[in-house]
């Protein structure tokens, strides 16, 4: 009996032995301890989330169930500029984020990732297919949606506009003087350009299979087209008197009551205005014997995944689209609307008592009815109001109508 019990101690022994001289040869002088990969990725944001953003990644270090760290960059870029402020793809960011405009350039440009199958059958259901299929009409599936609120609403101070004012463009002109003015940027295009959609004209991209524009269709050429013009007109002759194309916040120091800009404002103007800050949707206006409510755009901002980046390194590529899933997941998204106001994609978020009572989101969802989706826009979209806008000034500070003749002249 000793004598076997001797045998199998030494037996186990050498087993031990053993095992521990492999282990000793697979992890090196470091003893048993495995090889820690560190892996690095650049990640682009706006500049006013850099904190936060890089908050945000040190969490999905912490909960990512791995032993490999990555290390990441923040660097700053706006989600309006990025497609034309990276001065190098190959060197870019592996994770951007986009306003949704861009996505056909950055798409045909190769600066985009397809979606996963898996990633878009699940924003199908959580983030909804209807948004999904908005930017796949023109590229791929290859967008990230984090932001659901790109667009633009009407702020006003309500210690001098009350709702009856403010629905109508005429009730907050009548409470305008050049102390008290309404700030609209309509010689910005992103601005100008919704007006002109107010009574109905629309432009229609045709995209080929590459993501590049085919055809471009408008009709901006009949006399809905010239009320909508009306509209900016209107606006250029009360400059400085009751209307300032200065887009400042409506409080008494810059001498405005009521201001078109976008959502994200909406803190900013909140802090600044105090007990008088108020939102809603813009207003009416009435053109002839017909009254439409002014238009506006409207889209969403996304995370984009960079592959010139990841070129011949596809683990560099799946961890920079686990990245941009995560910085869309319900716990950043809340933590983005928290920080910022930003209001979420996912329904699941959108239907909780906070978001349905927040004012950014009622007013956005009310202007949504009239807003036309951003989504690819072809350059003439840009450079046709500005052009529109400068012959409108000329012809204002030459005293002519809208025709381009002046009253007095002979046909």
């Not at 667009?151 to 102390?179: F, H």
């Not at 350009?193 to 004209?201: K, R, V």
């Amino acid at each position: 009996m000793n004598i076997k019990l001797t045998k199998s101690i030494g037996l186990l022994a050498t087993l031990l032995l053993a095992g521990s001289l492999a282990s000793c040869g697979e992890g090196g002088e470091g003893g048993g301890t495995p090889e820690v990969k560190e892996l690095s990725l650049t990640v682009s944001g706006p500049s006013k989330q850099h904190e936060w953003l890089a908050a945000r990644l040190e969490d999905f270090n912490s909960k990512r169930n791995s032993a490999d760290k990555v290390k990441f960059e923040v660097v700053d870029y706006e989600e309006n500029k990025v497609d034309s402020e990276v001065p190098d793809w190959k060197k870019g960011p592996d994770v951007y984020a986009f306003a949704g405009d861009k996505i056909k350039d950055l798409y045909t440009n190769g600066c985009l990732a397809d979606l996963d199958a898996e990633t878009l059958a699940e924003y199908k259901q959580t983030i909804g297919e209807d948004v999904m299929d908005t930017y796949a009409k023109h590229v791929k599936y290859v967008g990230y949606p984090y932001a659901a609120d790109n667009g633009y609403y009407l702020y006003y101070d309500k210690s001098v506009l009350n709702e009856t004012d403010v629905q109508t463009l005429e009730g907050i002109l009548a409470k305008c003087d050049a102390d008290h003015m309404l700030s609209y940027d309509i010689n910005t295009a992103y601005y100008g350009f919704g007006a002109l959609m107010s009574f109905g004209n629309r432009y229609q991209v045709t995209f080929n299979r590459g993501g590049g524009i085919s055809n471009v269709e408008a009709d901006f050429d009949n006399e809905n087209a010239v009320k909508a013009a009306k509209i900016l007109i209107q606006l250029s002759e009360l400059e400085n008197t009751k209307f300032t194309s200065a887009q400042v916040a409506p409080i008494p120091a810059n001498k405005a009551i009521a201001t078109v800009d976008g959502s994200w404002n909406h803190a900013a103007y909140k802090r600044s205005m105090g007990a008088n800050f108020a939102c809603t949707k813009l207003p009416t206006v009435t053109v002839g014997d017909e009254t439409k409510n002014i238009a506006s755009f409207l889209g969403y901002k996304l995370y984009g995944v960079n592959p010139q980046r990841s070129v011949g390194d596809k683990d560099r590529l799946l961890l920079a689209k686990e990245v941009a899933k995560y910085l869309t997941s319900s716990e950043v998204q809340l933590s983005r609307y928290n920080e910022f106001n930003v209001m979420p994609t996912l329904k699941a978020l959108q239907e909780t008592e906070t978001i349905q009572a927040d004012a950014n989101f009622k007013a956005i969802k009310a202007q949504s009815e009239f807003a036309v989706a951003q989504t690819a826009v072809p350059g003439k979209v840009w450079s046709a109001p500005t052009d529109f806008m400068t012959t409108v000034k000329g012809w204002i500070k030459d005293g002519r109508s809208l025709d381009g003749t002046t009253p007095n002249s002979s046909p």
